[in-house]
Nanobody, 127 residues
Framework: QVQLVESGGGLVQAGGSLRLSCAAS????????MAWFRQAPGQEREFVAA????????NYADSVKGRSTISRDNAKNTVYLQMNSLKPEDTAVYYC????????????????????WGQGTQVTVSS
């Protein structure tokens, strides 16, 4: 079965950096668009970043653009989210998601486009 396992979350001071990883198994990784979403307490899950199957195209939410980089290593079946200049408002549980390649060319920012989800990793940014 498909599994997505996130890691790399933690507690960091404002202005710091974190690199999240998501290791995928049970799927042909390069045939899936990958994305990161986040959910803060009491809020809806929101889009953070997405990357095409080959890794040549990316998209970001305005809230993280310029501070975050999504990348993937198809040989390692892993997608990454490098987050810099972290702010307290970045505090959330971060989830990786996998969807068909059409998810990237369509509404990539919509959670319903993605079939598989990880269990999430907590990111807490202190002020």
């Amino acid at each position: 079965q498909v599994q997505l396992v996130e890691s790399g979350g933690g507690l960091v001071q404002a202005g710091g950096s974190l690199r999240l990883s998501c290791a995928a198994s049970g799927l042909t990784f390069s045939l899936y668009a990958m994305a990161w979403f986040r959910q803060a307490p009491g809020q809806e899950r929101e889009f953070v970043a997405a990357i095409s199957g080959g890794g040549g195209s990316t998209n970001y939410a305005d809230s993280v653009k310029g501070r975050s980089t999504i990348s993937r290593d198809n040989a390692k079946n892993t997608v990454y989210l490098q987050m810099n200049s972290l702010k307290p408002e970045d505090t959330a549980v971060y989830y990786c998601a996998a969807g068909p390649l059409t998810a990237y060319s369509g509404s990539y920012y919509r959670p319903y486009q993605y079939n598989y989800w990880g269990q999430g990793t907590q990111v807490t940014v202190s002020s």
